[in-house]
């Protein structure tokens, strides 16, 4: 142990390691749980992070006296971690239970969407969150005032700095390894106990850390001898001179020679000092020695070390340790800008970014290693740093902070080249998460690194004056806790990502004048920083909305939201109607030439509930996920007496007028209530039971969306189903790979034992699989479909015509399901299979992945059951949809082994012959029609063993002899068409032939 730095720091360096990595993976955990209580919309997100972070400010707060008072800090910090641990072990379980019982008490209030609602969850967050939070928002307190106790003379805090800097590491290092490792290899449950390992860790690190600082002091103290002399780590030995103006550092120093004004043993001189607890806190105060002895033995009040500690004789103002209020304000400040700036920052990077669990670990682990090394730096030129001014020092950080966000708004602009350049289209997971993590390094680690630097500054400074540095830290946590609102709530919405992300600079502006005008500093000094910072901006970008428009799309309207950039654009469509198109940052887009398949998908799941309910409209359906409306819009087209659409984007809910040709006037329905809330929350907490239930595409693989596909939310969906009622998930097969399709078809088997799959629309490029669940229903062992009233409702739509086309699309029954999807995980809560797996196809963006599952469904598809239908023409029915069935089955194999051929004259005959089959099967199936005629259009040596095919199949089709004789007129075989000719004549008398 040195005189000067007390014992090494190595143990406790890992404790805060250790503790950094705990925290941060609990923190990952308890806000993505939460989530499922309060909802994924922009109010529970914020409450969930904030509700976290004032945790933090309420422990550091409330333990505040009880770290600097404390005989033993270690002892403290030892308990607190492991009570986080505890509370971490049963947090999974617990969140498990609040999100079925939350929703339905928050209810309507949560529903609101403002400031009671805000107020309510944050609330709510914040009571559960208690206790885990508030011990890990004192923990770091006690490591620090264990730290300053064993080492008086670190007046620079550079020691501190290393356990800050090692408490961000750990953190940086746990926010990639929870997302890659644990909670993927072992869900919630046990990733949590595995964190708690962590916790423990450290609590054992700092105790042996403890006992060896013991260990040595005491050893150091039964060698001495002659005069009693100050031991690094005896607070109660440490006196000081008041402050000199003026000063140099050695005269502001500690006068450790004036204890030793008496030799050991001499009459009346105190005994030499006897071996104790290392931690100990001095003898108190005359005036606190006063105090009644029933305050107790375990806290004696700590002095604190006097202000004169740090040398501030350089600065325009000295006093900066005697008014530590100002420093509260700093961290405060920092707090709120610098989760302000991830907050901006983040938004503006998702709209190129794939937005999924691992991308935001990503961005917080590049941003948090920035900030640990900002702090270790720091403290390697602690000592130059604080000597004479470490109010000068406070005052340049934050002005460097401020300029350094106009260099990372040119980084946000430039984020999407450097994207495409590190990690082109299909990259993987690896690649394309070091261009996240190199992205994300470039846009925010200056400014983590001098955010670093100046958090172990101030932190050096306050614990410098002996007061301990809980508050400080408290006040650092609420500013982390406004910022999600400050910026997320307010700026973002209100001013846009650029002027957003520009009222960090701002902040940080006014940061530094306040405090440097409080610190005495020149006037002249600080207006001109401040118009400095201003002036830098006009070096920076003036737009952060970084999609635009392409291939003929003009856009219409934006809105730049927490939940990404919301745009409708459009352009001419087929006859001069526009197409208009929802796009939501670079990959989401909705609409446009989509929209007659996105009606085609609500309808099935229309007629499907209709047919097989009571008679009349559909009494009460409910949408979740509306986009540009066409699913909801396409399935009111069967009567509904009531529906509610729930969409999670608040913008997308206002754009609905601009789709209002595709979603059937959606938003000026009197039948229709539409809500912007979280679609699993808003279930749980919908008071109503529902005939129909209709999940749209939601892309699992997007952060907080993997729960809609969780056993519990299909449960929730079932306990609001009337008797018989139905739930229609649909699945986007062209974002998940096979295994994660049959994971999910394992999961809703389990709720829903009464399954069925049917596909929505006839392309093998973006397939879309519905499973329909059944409540049970005493009066009903089965799903029966009522066919005349199959054919009224297929009657009045443009989008499915005839019951055969509806049952055309039937590929499984229970029976088929159960053995496609076999044993495996399911996806649940406490183990999310499709966050981690569904994220990872993502990245591969594999083009193939919707022919390929669309194939694997193919191969176990059987044909609609007889005993699916009822009523007169049942059996009628059945036999002529066989046929239709075929067809479609036919042309999809076609679909799929033509792939993304986009030139038809190079398709292979191969190819070709599943239309042509598809045709002989039921001429009548729409789809094989059209490709064959553009097929025999484009390629005459196809046509020409195509048509003769085509013409046997319908001989009296008028429009196979036109396609045919076009055909011989273009081959030249004159004698051929003339012979055709003349029999279409014969047979169409007065048609107009080529």
């Known amino acids: 142990m040195s005189a000067t730095t007390g014992p090494r720091d190595g143990l406790l360096l890992v404790a805060a390691f250790a503790s950094g990595a705990a925290a941060l993976a609990y923190e990952m955990l308890w806000t993505r749980m939460l989530a499922l209580s309060l909802g994924s919309e922009t109010v529970g997100v914020l409450a969930a992070l904030a509700g976290y972070f004032a945790g933090l400010a309420l422990g550091a707060a409330l333990l505040h006296d009880r770290s600097l008072r404390a005989r033993d800090p270690v002892r403290l910090f030892v308990v607190l971690e492991l009570c986080a641990a505890g509370f971490a072990v049963v947090s999974p379980h617990l969140l498990q239970v609040l999100a079925r019982v939350l929703p339905a008490w928050l209810g309507p209030v949560a529903a609101a969407g403002g400031a009671a609602a805000l107020a309510a969850s944050t609330a709510v967050a914040a009571a559960v969150l208690a206790l885990g939070a508030a011990p890990l928002g004192a923990s770091l307190a006690a490591l620090v005032e264990a730290r300053r106790r064993t080492c008086p003379f670190d007046q620079d805090g550079r020691g501190l700095g290393r356990i800050y800097g090692a408490n961000t590491l750990g953190a940086a290092l746990a926010a990639l390894a929870s997302v890659h490792l644990v909670f993927p290899a072992l869900g919630y449950g046990l990733g949590a106990a595995l964190a708690a390992l962590a916790g423990a860790g450290a609590a054992l690190a700092a105790r042996a850390w403890g006992a060896r600082a013991a260990g040595q002091v005491r050893q150091d103290m039964s060698d001495t001898t002659g005069p009693a002399r100050h031991v690094p780590g005896d607070l109660s030995l440490t006196t000081a001179e008041p402050p000199v103006?003026?000063?140099?550092?050695?005269?502001?120093?500690?006068?450790?020679?004036?204890?030793?004004?008496?030799?050991?043993?001499?009459?009346?001189?105190?005994?030499?000092?006897?071996?104790?607890?290392?931690?100990?806190?001095?003898?108190?105060?005359?005036?606190?020695?006063a105090t009644p002895a029933s305050q107790g033995s375990r806290d004696i009040p700590a002095a604190p070390a006097p202000a004169a500690a740090v040398d501030a004789s350089r600065d325009p103002d000295p006093d900066l340790l005697r008014e530590p209020w100002l420093l509260d304000l700093v961290a405060f400040g920092t707090g709120l800008t610098g989760i302000g700036?991830?907050?901006?920052?983040?938004?503006?990077?998702?709209?190129?970014?794939?937005?999924?669990?691992?991308?935001?670990?990503?961005?917080?682990?590049?941003?948090?290693?920035?900030?640990?090394?900002?702090?270790?730096?720091?403290?390697?030129?602690?000592?130059?740093?604080?000597?004479?001014?470490?109010?000068?020092?406070?005052?340049?950080?934050?002005?460097?902070?401020?300029?350094?966000?106009?260099?990372?708004?040119?980084?946000?602009?430039?984020?999407?080249?450097?994207?495409?350049?590190?990690?082109?289209?299909?990259?993987?997971l690896a690649r394309a998460g070091a261009a996240e993590l190199a992205v994300a390094a470039l846009v925010f680690a200056p400014s983590a690194l001098v955010l670093g630097a100046l958090l172990s500054h101030v932190i050096g400074?306050?614990?410098?004056?002996?007061?301990?540095?809980?508050?400080?830290?408290?006040?650092?946590?609420?500013?982390?806790?406004?910022?999600?609102?400050?910026?997320?709530?307010?700026?973002?919405?209100?001013?846009?990502?650029?002027?957003?992300?520009?009222?960090?600079?701002?902040?940080?502006?006014?940061?530094?004048?306040?405090?440097?005008?409080?610190?005495?500093?020149?006037?002249?000094?600080?207006?001109?920083?401040?118009?400095?910072?201003?002036?830098?901006?006009?070096?920076g970008p003036r737009s952060l909305v970084l999609v635009g428009d392409s291939d003929g799309w003009v856009r219409r309207e934006e809105r730049q939201t927490l939940h990404g950039l919301v745009a409708v654009s459009e352009r001419p469509g087929p006859g001069g109607a526009p197409l208009r198109r929802l796009q939501i940052g670079k990959r989401f887009r909705m609409g446009g030439a989509a929209g007659f398949g996105e009606q085609r998908m609500g309808q099935v799941c229309s007629l499907l509930s209709h047919a097989s309910g009571p008679e009349g409209p559909i009494p009460k359906a409910l949408y979740l996920g509306l986009g540009t409306g066409s699913t909801m819009g396409g399935a009111l087209a069967v009567p509904h007496a009531s529906a509610e659409g729930v969409e999670l984007v608040p913008e997308i809910v206002e754009l609905l007028p601009h789709f209002a040709d595709i979603n059937l006037d959606l938003a000026e329905r009197p039948e229709v209530a539409l809500h912007a809330a979280d679609a699993r929350r808003y279930l749980a907490a919908a008071p109503a039971r529902y005939d129909l239930v209709v999940a749209d595409l939601f892309h699992p693989g997007?952060?907080?969306?993997?729960?809609?596909?969780?056993?519990?939310?299909?449960?929730?969906?079932?306990?609001?189903?009337?008797?018989?009622g139905l739930m229609c998930q649909w699945l986007p097969l062209y974002q998940l790979d096979e295994a994660d399709v049959r994971t999910i078809v394992r999961?809703?088997?389990?709720?829903?034992?009464?399954?069925?799959?049917?596909?929505?629309?006839?392309?093998?490029?973006?397939?879309?699989?519905?499973?329909?669940?059944?409540?049970?229903?005493?009066?009903?062992?089965?799903?029966?479909?009522?066919?005349?009233?199959?054919?009224?409702?297929?009657?009045?739509?443009?989008?499915?015509?005839?019951?055969?086309?509806?049952?055309?699309?039937?590929?499984?029954?229970?029976?088929?399901?159960?053995?496609?999807?076999?044993?495996?995980?399911?996806?649940?809560?406490?183990?999310?299979?499709?966050?981690?797996?569904?994220?990872?196809?993502?990245?591969?963006?594999?083009?193939?992945?919707?022919?390929?599952?669309?194939?694997?469904?193919?191969?176990?598809?059987?044909?609609?059951?007889?005993?699916?239908?009822?009523?007169?023409?049942?059996?009628?029915?059945?036999?002529?949809?066989?046929?239709?069935?075929?067809?479609?089955?036919?042309?999809?194999?076609?679909?799929?082994?033509?792939?993304?051929?986009?030139?038809?004259?190079?398709?292979?005959?191969?190819?070709?012959?599943?239309?042509?089959?598809?045709?002989?099967?039921?001429?009548?199936?729409?789809?094989?029609?059209?490709?064959?005629?553009?097929?025999?259009?484009?390629?005459?040596?196809?046509?020409?063993?195509?048509?003769?095919?085509?013409?046997?199949?319908?001989?009296d089709e008028p429009r196979v002899y036109e396609a045919y004789l076009l055909h011989l007129r273009a081959a030249g075989d004159q004698a051929a068409y003339q012979q055709l000719r003349a029999e279409a004549t014969a047979k169409f008398p007065g048609a107009a032939l080529p």
């Open 702 to 724: 997007q952060a907080g969306a993997s729960s809609l596909f969780a056993r519990e939310h299909f449960a929730a969906a079932k306990d609001h189903l009337r008797p018989g």
């Open 341 to 428: 700036l991830q907050v901006v920052g983040v938004r503006v990077l998702g709209q190129h970014l794939e937005n999924t669990i691992y991308t935001f670990a990503h961005i917080l682990a590049a941003y948090l290693l920035a900030t640990g090394l900002g702090a270790l730096v720091y403290q390697r030129f602690a000592a130059r740093a604080v000597a004479g001014r470490p109010g000068t020092v406070t005052a340049a950080l934050l002005w460097l902070l401020a300029v350094l966000v106009v260099p990372a708004a040119v980084a946000l602009a430039q984020g999407p080249e450097l994207l495409q350049a590190l990690s082109p289209e299909a990259a993987g």
């Open 245 to 289: 103006a003026g000063g140099s550092a050695s005269s502001v120093s500690p006068d450790i020679s004036a204890e030793a004004s008496v030799s050991p043993g001499a009459a009346g001189a105190p005994a030499a000092p006897a071996a104790r607890d290392i931690f100990a806190a001095p003898p108190a105060s005359p005036v606190a020695a």
């Open 747 to 955: 999961t809703f088997l389990d709720v829903f034992p009464e399954s069925y799959a049917f596909l929505g629309i006839y392309n093998a490029q973006n397939p879309a699989l519905a499973l329909v669940g059944r409540a049970p229903d005493p009066a009903a062992a089965q799903l029966r479909l009522d066919v005349a009233r199959l054919a009224a409702d297929t009657a009045a739509l443009q989008n499915i015509v005839d019951p055969r086309d509806l049952l055309a699309s039937y590929v499984m029954g229970p029976a088929e399901l159960a053995a496609w999807a076999g044993d495996g995980p399911r996806n649940t809560d406490l183990a999310p299979e499709i966050a981690f797996q569904a994220a990872r196809v993502a990245y591969r963006d594999d083009r193939t992945l919707g022919a390929h599952n669309l194939a694997a469904i193919l191969e176990r598809a059987v044909a609609a059951p007889a005993a699916l239908l009822t009523g007169s023409g049942a059996e009628a029915l059945a036999a002529a949809s066989a046929p239709f069935t075929a067809a479609a089955r036919h042309y999809l194999a076609g679909e799929i082994a033509r792939g993304d051929l986009a030139d038809l004259s190079n398709m292979s005959w191969e190819t070709a012959e599943h239309f042509l089959r598809a045709y002989e099967a039921d001429p009548e199936f729409a789809p094989a029609r059209g490709a064959l005629y553009t097929i025999v259009r484009k390629n005459q040596a196809l046509a020409a063993k195509l048509l003769p095919r085509m013409l046997a199949r319908t001989p």
């Open 461 to 539: 400074l306050v614990a410098a004056t002996g007061r301990g540095v809980g508050r400080t830290y408290a006040w650092n946590a609420v500013g982390c806790a406004a910022a999600p609102f400050v910026f997320g709530l307010v700026a973002v919405p209100r001013l846009g990502y650029a002027d957003a992300f520009y009222a960090v600079l701002y902040a940080y502006l006014a940061l530094f004048a306040g405090f440097g005008w409080f610190r005495r500093f020149s006037p002249v000094l600080l207006i001109g920083g401040v118009l400095a910072g201003v002036a830098l901006t006009a070096a």
